[in-house]
């Protein structure tokens, strides 16, 4: 069975604390995901890594940075973490696309930040 | 601008009715796909459709994906209470984009 993790299911940071949220998948997919989800907004993509090494930022960018150095590991880096940064974080992996380009989600991060 | 439109947002009905949520856009898609979250969770795949008129069942679910690959319908059959949670639809582009487009999601709550 596929296998995504996420370091944390809940999380709670002061405003200006740098935060890591970690997520690891165990399929060997090639592309990684994290995005925010947020009431009346739904999911929104902020970066998206399609190998080691490599990232493209998404719709929302702003505020976050990410790292790959292995395949199976993809980070999230709040680097000084503010009150609307304040969500539900979910990391996803898929193959490289043919037809599908299906992703298959972490259990999520909950992150608040006060 | 909205590339996926679901629809109904928010949809509240007894267990035993039966319901259909759509997901319509004005785009092709190459693919697409509809994923139940439940609260606190992450969403978790329950079906891809990649053909012009195809449907697919997945026992008391049934899904349709438009003629045109345009839009895409779920129907559950005699709902029950394990039914409840955002379903969400998401499709990709066509040309091969590795990222997917997400709907905001039907919130469905099947009440005993």
């Known amino acids: 069975d596929v296998k995504v993790t996420q370091s944390s299911r809940y999380l709670v940071k002061r405003t200006g604390e740098k935060v890591f949220l970690e997520c690891v998948q165990d399929?060997?997919?090639?592309?990684m995901f994290w995005y925010r989800q947020d009431p009346g907004l739904g999911l929104r993509l902020i970066y998206f890594?399609?190998?080691?090494?490599?990232?493209e930022k998404g719709d929302i960018p702003e505020g976050y940075s990410v790292s790959r150095e292995k395949k199976e590991r993809f980070s999230l880096i709040l680097e000084s973490a503010s009150t609307n940064q304040t969500s539900m974080y979910l990391c996803a992996s898929s193959l490289v696309s043919g037809a599908k380009g299906e992703q298959f989600f972490g259990p999520g991060t909950r992150l608040t930040v006060l | 601008t909205q590339l996926l439109e679901q629809s109904p947002q928010f949809l509240s009905i007894q267990e035993g009715e039966n319901l259909t949520v759509y997901c319509n856009s004005s785009s092709v898609f190459s693919s697409l796909q509809w994923y139940r979250q439940e609260p606190g969770e992450g969403p978790v795949l329950l079906v891809t459709?990649?053909?012009?008129?195809e449907v697919k069942k997945l026992k008391r679910l049934t899904f349709q994906f438009g003629d045109a690959r345009k839009d895409s319908s779920l129907h559950i059959t005699a709902a029950q209470p394990g039914d409840t949670g955002l379903y969400l639809c998401a499709a990709g582009l066509q040309g091969g984009s590795e990222k997917l487009v997400f709907g905001k999601g039907t919130k469905l709550t099947v009440n005993p």
């Open positions: 399929m060997d997919h090639e592309n």
């Open positions: 459709v990649v053909t012009g008129g």
């Open positions: 890594s399609y190998d080691v090494k490599m990232k």
